[in-house]
């Protein structure tokens, strides 16, 4: 269920900064955005968390959750980059991001087919964490600058953090995945 909601929140994160920066809303969107942005990122600790411990898991909910998270991180930063809060270089940080989530997930879905399992590592977790911290800060960076100037440059800097961990996540996802794809290939 928490999974499920993740995945209805994108849309209205999406809405808000849709309404707030396209329809002229006003700013107390980002706030709001925000708002949906942190319960959906916490849904994503408690949920793998309660799955073991109350010995919940499916196969479907190992499925979605990454889905859910892709298409939080993904979708609001095609928000931020479309309303400018992103912009010029850091636009690099966000590509970085995409492509290696894209990438990633097609290299699981490959091994997969394999019956090849490559875990979630625990910087990849990080990984996960500085993207969600990065965007959260970002949605709401031009209405807290209002209220501490500077807060989007934050944003932007970890940001930037979060593209160099996918970027070395992303590296370690295909090395331990690129002996399958040779063997498959002979």
Known sequence: MLTYGRCVAVPLVAACLFWSDILEGGIWLRWLALALYVVAAITDFFDGYLARAWS?????GRMLDPIAD???VSTSLLMLASDGTIRGWSLWAAVVILCREILVSGLREFLAELRVSVPVTRLAKWKTTA???????????PA???VVPGITLVGVVLLWVAALLTLYTGWDY???GAR???EDDR
Do not use: C, P, Y
């Not at 919940?56 to 479907?60: F, M």
């Not at 993207?131 to 960076?141: F, I, K």
């Open 131 to 141: 993207q969600l911290v990065a965007v959260g800060v970002l949605l709401v960076g």
């Open 180 to 182: 399958h794809l040779i």
């Open 144 to 146: 807290a600058d209002r």
């Open 174 to 176: 295909f090395r331990a």
């Open 56 to 60: 919940q898991q499916s196969a479907i």
């Open 70 to 72: 892709k298409l939080l």
